[in-house]
């Protein structure tokens, strides 16, 4: 076994999953007691259901954390997290894709809503969701990530929380619809044109600016997600997929897309999602979202039972392509094992990554670090606050770091 070691504090090579009969035994040994007949299988289960549900023992798979409703409105902003140390692979259900919206979730008829393309095109178009549904679509697996996720990490001190809570802002999921590329060449652009403008129908208004360029290379109106249509939270009937950029370009509710020679300028691209940076300046226009990795399994509210084998787990993303490595350290950076990465592994889209660890009960400090195909590597908390500072609010893709105790306990710390 010791051949196997690839880093220090047990971390083990990521051949051990390609090899069959590795040893790691995880299971306890049979008895009698095994082979008794449980109560579930004594009657007759649950009837059909118009819409599957999960098991009532998986109640706490759940978005969060929710905020406590406040009296003096309706509604208004707010977000809810995925679990992600509760999830596998790499496709978040819908049901539980993290939202973010500005005025709560409209109740929008799709019958009455309309998609308008005006501005600098040759012709302006309105579509319904009909004239929609009979365009050639396309299917791509992409995440969505909000800006502001993982901005406790600008924190001073280690922020306590769970991976849901620390980077749930992140989902992924199969997306269909129709590039707009399509929607403009019929409109016909003007060579004018630099800047779209992508209006939401909620009750905020939301807007963004997005550059032309990166809407006709591949932005879509996506109509469906993993296979059925858009939830609510996400933009029913209709919503903006900018593959990549940050989560607030990706507009829900879409009902308009205005062609200009600049961007706008809206409230929601320069009141927020803009860095500011340690000298006083405004990075402004940020758009892409740089690799991450964060280990999901074990994080904090896990609890190891005991010495021996387990799996660290996780997930790493990349605006930029492809994500091409990740590498897994047990001692807090001072030794690094290449992780095993679960395929497809798809431009823009959540990674899985795997490597087996051998744990000895010693204190240790797990942590991850994404390396995309452009070359670019995921910086250390240090080396991030070391360049832009702390006075930022986004874009924080800084290493994470769970301390794993003597006792199992497993907790964020600065590493």
Sequence with gaps: MTDEYAAGNGLLNRRLFLAS???????????????????WTKHPGAWLAPYGQPSKFEANVSRGPLAEHNALYESGPGSVRSPLQFLEGMITPNGLHFERSHNGVPDIDPEQHRLVIHGLVKRPLVFTLNDLSRYPMTSRIHFVECAGNSGALYNKTPTAGTAQQLHGLLSCAEWTGIPVSTLLDEAGVDPSAQWVLAEGADAAGMSRSVPLAKIMDDAMIALYQNGERVRPSNGYPMRLLVPGFQGNMNVKWLRRLKLTTTPMMTK??????????????????????????????????????????????????????????????????????????????????????????????????????ATDDTGYVQPTRTVLIGNRGNRAAYHNNAITSWNIATTGEVKHVYA
């Excluded at 035994?25 to 449980?38: I, Y």
């Excluded at 300046?281 to 021996?308: N, Y």
């Design 268 to 369: 929601d691209e320069t009141s927020k999602y803009s860095l500011l940076l340690n000298e006083g300046k405004v990075a402004q226009f940020k758009f892409p979202l740089d690799a991450k990795a964060v280990i999901t399994k074990p994080s904090p509210g896990f609890q190891l039972k005991a010495q021996g084998f387990y799996e660290i787990s996780g997930v790493a993303w990349s605006g930029h392509g492809k994500i091409a490595r990740v590498d897994v350290s047990a001692d807090g950076g001072k030794s690094w094992a290449e992780a095993a990465l679960s395929g497809p592994v798809l431009p823009k889209a959540v990674t899985r990554f795997r490597v087996p660890w051998h744990w000895t009960g010693q204190e240790a400090v797990l942590q991850a670090r």
């Design 21 to 39: 009969g590795a040893g790691i035994l995880a299971a306890t040994s049979a008895s009698a007691e095994s082979l008794t007949v449980p109560e």
